[in-house]
């Protein structure tokens, strides 16, 4: 089993940034495939961002691209999503996630955080 922690939801203005922090614990975190989801209301979820186990594979959803970044610290077990220049429609639960290693094509986790509130207000 892998627990999953977030950190790092508030309320924010359009234009600034915002840091997410995922700790994770209960399995080797060097080993596991990572990123994010978020589910705005009344829409599915819908993934973020991923980075792979070995930090070689890294895609984001369109929407997100050139302004959110993921990355890895497996010495501290954690990943990070970093949002710069957010926007209104980027307000949504954030859900950090983690799987064993699979084809980064690939939208299946396992491991779900409980979520953190990002709000963006124009």
């Known amino acids: 089993q892998v627990q999953l922690v977030e950190s790092g939801g508030g309320l924010v203005q359009a234009g600034d940034s915002l840091r997410l922090s995922c700790a994770a614990s209960?399995?080797?975190?060097?080993?596991?495939?990572v990123g994010w989801f978020r589910q705005a209301p009344g829409k599915e979820r819908a993934r973020v961002a991923h980075?792979?186990?070995?930090?070689?594979?890294?895609k984001f959803a369109d929407s997100v691209k050139g302004r959110f970044t993921i990355s890895r610290d497996n010495a501290e077990s954690t990943v990070y999503l970093e949002m710069n220049n957010l926007k209104p429609e980027d307000t949504a639960v954030y859900y950090c996630?983690?799987?064993?290693?699979?084809?980064?094509?690939?939208?299946?986790?396992?491991?779900w955080g409980q979520g953190t509130q990002v709000t963006v207000s124009s």
């Open positions: 980075i792979s186990w070995i930090g070689r594979f890294i």
């Open positions: 209960g399995r080797t975190f060097s080993g596991l495939d």
């Open positions: 996630v983690a799987r064993l290693p699979k084809a980064s094509s690939s939208t299946a986790y396992d491991y």
